[in-house]
């Protein structure tokens, strides 16, 4: 399974949310950007506290099958990627019923990632007499560890600043479609 298909079930499960957790303004009450600030917040913290209920979606929404062969819980996958995962909303612009939101997250790097692994792979195939005296599953397993240690050894760094937009529709603010792409492009070109 391809890391970029990770990260796009990442992305997709995080505009799932967004969806799901519809923003509803009133006049009366907070204005649009709280509002949005709120909700924006709500959902990323979710990804931040590595709430269970989330990284368990997450999870369910890649084919965990092809992570359980090297020993690998597509859960666990999830938190050690996440972890240290931050955000700063750093504007949020409305204009009628358009608004962008201006965030900048704090992730692990995928180029950091590729190269941990390529190393980490290199390192394997130095000793081709081990390799060659383990069984298919104890292999599996060594491999399913190495990329473990070598995702949990990636330092996080800022991606560019990304744009979520948003629509109001009636009194309610949503995340626009191509938000995903934005957030998927950001983790993977980090």
Known sequence: MSFKKVLAAVSASALLV????????CNSG????EVIRKSLTEELDQIKNM??????????DMDVDELATYGIDGVEFMKTYLDGF?????????DGNKATAKVTLTCKSFTAY????????????????????????????????TV???????????????????TKNGNTWTPDAASEQEITTAMLTN
């Open 86 to 94: 931050d955000y700063k909303i750093d504007d949020i612009t409305v």
């Open 51 to 60: 709430d269970d209920a989330f990284m368990t979606e997450m999870a369910t």
């Open 30 to 33: 907070p204005s649009d950007e």
């Open 18 to 25: 967004f969806t799901l957790g519809l923003m509803a303004g």
């Open 148 to 166: 473990m240690d070598a995702l949990a050894g990636v330092e996080v760094a800022e991606t560019d600043q990304i744009n979520i937009t948003y």
């Open 114 to 145: 590729n190269q941990a692994v390529q190393e980490a792979a290199t390192n394997l195939a130095s000793d081709p007499a081990a390799i060659q005296a383990m069984t298919k599953d104890e292999l599996n397993q060594l491999l399913g560890q």
